[in-house]
């Protein structure tokens, strides 16, 4: 629709300046912007894998934090959608800070386990110790990122207060499945 509209007045764009209103063109910048983060996402996922593969050189630890963060994204989509009954447009930038968050998280805890079996540590004492030594940074990061973000629920435009209820709920899910099911997947 917005092709077709663009077509009638592209002619006469040398006279006239046209500002297209209304929800089509809306939708068409939406579409954009989705399209634009969905490959930057994209991107950061195949980063983020490189690096993972680099400083680990494991399968499984490149494997378990990408799950992690993926379920956290889902969960935290899924919980929004369910309470908000509406998603934002900053559904990227959620994702982002999502997968930053769960991306540390997982990362602290397998280099500092790596290290204590390197140490000469069994699994389940080089597992433990690795949590007890990254469990309360990981948690004070973790309500740090909650709570600057639910700082935005204050915010008069909507879209910026779902941003801020979702963020704040993915970084809590990202910090929960880091504590939960990254230590079962290991």
Request: include cysteine.
């Amino acid at each position: 629709f917005v092709k077709a509209v663009k077509a009638i007045y592209a002619p006469y764009q040398q006279q006239f300046e046209f500002y297209p209103v209304g929800l089509p063109p809306l939708m068409e910048f939406v579409q954009q912007v989705f399209a634009q983060s969905a490959s930057l996402n994209l991107a950061m996922i195949a980063i983020n894998v490189v690096l993972l593969w680099v400083l680990f050189r494991s399968f499984s630890a490149v494997f378990w934090p990408i799950i992690t963060i993926v379920l956290s994204i889902v969960w935290t989509i899924g919980a929004t959608a369910w309470i908000v009954q509406s998603l934002s447009t900053m559904i990227s930038l959620t994702v982002m800070l999502v997968f930053v968050c769960g991306m540390a998280d997982c990362i602290h805890v397998i280099s500092l386990y790596i290290n204590k079996r390197r140490d000469g540590a069994m699994h389940r004492r080089a597992l433990s110790n690795a949590y007890a030594e990254t469990g309360l940074p990981m948690l004070i990061t973790g309500v740090t990122n909650m709570t600057g973000t639910l700082s935005l629920l204050t915010s008069e435009f909507y879209p910026i207060r779902v941003f801020a209820g979702m963020s704040s709920l993915g970084v809590g899910f990202a910090f929960g499945f880091t504590m939960v099911l990254l230590p079962i997947l290991m």
